[in-house]
């Protein structure tokens, strides 16, 4: 166990969004004893071309719950209905209570501005809620926080209004298995929906031992794309000899409205970086 264990809240609008966007670095936290729990807003009973509503709501639930086994952290689903998220007051003060609750030092989120709405909005209610949760008056049966954590944004390629500024990035190597297991997990979304949504269904094997690796080689590119786009970052976080070596790689970027992320306690949060 870590000497001061950290709460890591990794927020997302769907439930494969925290495993897909920080589920290496999550994996990376529960390694060493710190607490991690994922949380999708949504209960994604919107995301499949053939099922819906609440038996699709619950393979989902149950999907995301065994992805947080994979990666050893708590993984829960909300239930407000998947595509339909709005910045609302009512789940602003949802968003507040869990973030009270929990009692986080680390929240990651989506960026406020990226293709799916439910993404933005569940940007926009983590945002909105940042400051409230320090306002005793506002969610009053839930007691406020003396601090805001420290909020960053997980990546995305998205270019307008301005691209991802990577302050974090975390070598994911040594864990880049079981975050293929987290995502291995969402058999609805992996190889059903997005396949379908994309139209490369036809590419899924059946079986599941060659979906497991399809599903690898699809990832593989992906998290290399990372590690190379901040391979700069990686050398001033794990010195130029590791970081030049890093195959994958997640990456954060601070937001303005949490608690500041500095190059002091940039090495408390992410307790990864051994030169
Ligand atoms: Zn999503």
Known sequence: MANNPLNILIIGAHPDDPDY????TAALYAQRGHRVKMVSLTNGDAGHHEQGGA????????????????????????DIHDGALLPSLENRNLVIAIIREFQPDLITI?????????????????QDASYMVTVPNVVSHVPHLRTMPVIV????????????????????DAVVEAKVDALHCHTS????????????LEQVPA???????????????????????YRAKLGEL???????QVQYAEAFEACEYGSPLTSENVQTLFPFFTK
């Not at 966007?21 to 290496?24: D, E, F, V």
């Not at 501005?113 to 940007?123: G, I, K, L, Q």
């Open 21 to 24: 966007s920080a589920g290496g």
């Open 55 to 78: 038996p699709l709501a619950w393979r989902r639930r149950i999907e995301a719950a065994n992805a947080g086994k994979a990666l050893g952290v708590e993984y829960i689903t909300l």
């Open 207 to 229: 079986n599941l031992a060659e979906r497991r690796a399809w599903l690898r080689q699809r990832q593989d590119a992906r998290l290399r794309r990372v590690a190379d786009l």
């Open 189 to 200: 979304q992996m190889y059903e929906w997005l396949p379908y949504n994309g139209r490369y």
């Open 238 to 244: 794990y010195g130029t000899a590791r970081g030049d």
């Open 110 to 126: 989506h960026r406020p501005n990226d293709y799916h709405p439910d993404h933005r909005y569940a940007s926009q209610l983590v």
């Open 153 to 172: 944004h997980t990546w995305d390629h998205f270019q307008k209004p301005y691209p991802f500024q990577a302050d974090v990035v975390v070598a994911i």
